[in-house]
């Protein structure tokens, strides 16, 4: 079993590292995060340093870069929306804030394909259920991808060959597979792993092929295997190392995982 580390201590830092909910690898090796001020911060590629890039004065959940990595898209709970922050001139825009008639309730999460559009998952309320995944293009013009209801639709990740989106149900508790037709609309459902006793936060592929799983409760990693099973891969009973580990990034082998519960990023390899 591999073992978890610190990649990046932010409980002293300056800035210090708020909370960090989400991280987002950059071509360049540096690894992205939000903080519950609206904070975005920039971790070095060898974890020695940090800086404040940006703020959407709210707060952060997910992350991601497009494909050429000029933008990352960022949802904020604090003001329901995705935003957009341009890395050259550090400028943030409010990107969406709902579609078809549908406002934002608890914007989650973006994961965006090779052509650049952006699917987003709307955890909404457990007792007030309604749209779980929007999407858009590049340009903003956007739609409800996915207007049946989840169980709290979390982190997403797109099958490699991006036949399917893969959805973490928090309350479920497990991960969904939703297929992407031909046409590109919302497809069948499936239930791909069932997790009782867990909460499952974020999700991603890893380069072996695997979905991986962010637990929030407990503090560990799990993988699925080719059939579906879940294995451990990290975790940490002490929730030290590994503290309410919510969405994970690979850069290579290394992954690295934000920590909803301390004021680091984590790592381990493969």
Do not use: K
């Amino acid at each position: 079993m591999p073992a978890a580390r610190v990649f990046f201590d932010g409980l002293f830092s300056s800035p210090r590292l708020d909370h960090p909910e989400c991280v987002a690898v950059h071509p360049d090796g540096s690894v992205w995060c939000g903080g519950e001020a609206g904070q975005i911060f920039r971790v070095d590629p060898e974890g020695g340093s940090v800086e404040q890039v940006a703020t959407t004065h709210g707060f952060v959940l997910g992350i991601a870069f497009d494909a050429s990595a000029t933008h990352l898209y960022i949802c904020d709970i604090q003001h329901p929306g995705v935003f957009r922050l341009e890395l050259a001139s550090g400028e943030v825009s409010l990107f969406a804030d709902g579609a078809d008639g549908h406002r934002f309730v608890n914007p989650n999460y973006p994961v965006i394909d090779a052509d650049g559009r952006i699917y987003v998952s709307d955890s909404r309320q457990i007792d007030a259920p309604g749209p779980s995944v929007f999407r858009y293009a590049p340009d903003g013009t956007g739609e409800v991808w996915d207007e049946r209801p989840m169980a709290f639709a979390n982190g997403l990740a797109l099958a490699p060959d991006e036949s399917a989106l893969y959805v973490a149900e928090s309350f479920l508790p497990g991960i969904t597979r939703v297929e992407i037709r031909a046409d590109g609309t919302a497809g069948d459902r499936t239930t791909v792993a069932e997790l009782p006793g867990t909460v499952p936060d974020g999700i991603a592929f890893g380069p072996d092929g695997l979905l991986y799983v962010g637990l929030y409760e407990p503090s560990e990693v799990l993988r699925l295997t080719p059939d579906g099973r879940p294995e451990t891969v990290v975790r940490d009973p002490t929730a030290h190392l590994l503290c309410h580990p919510t969405n994970l990034a690979f850069r290579g082998t290394t992954a690295f995982v934000a920590n909803l519960g301390r004021w680091h990023i984590s790592a381990f390899d493969l």
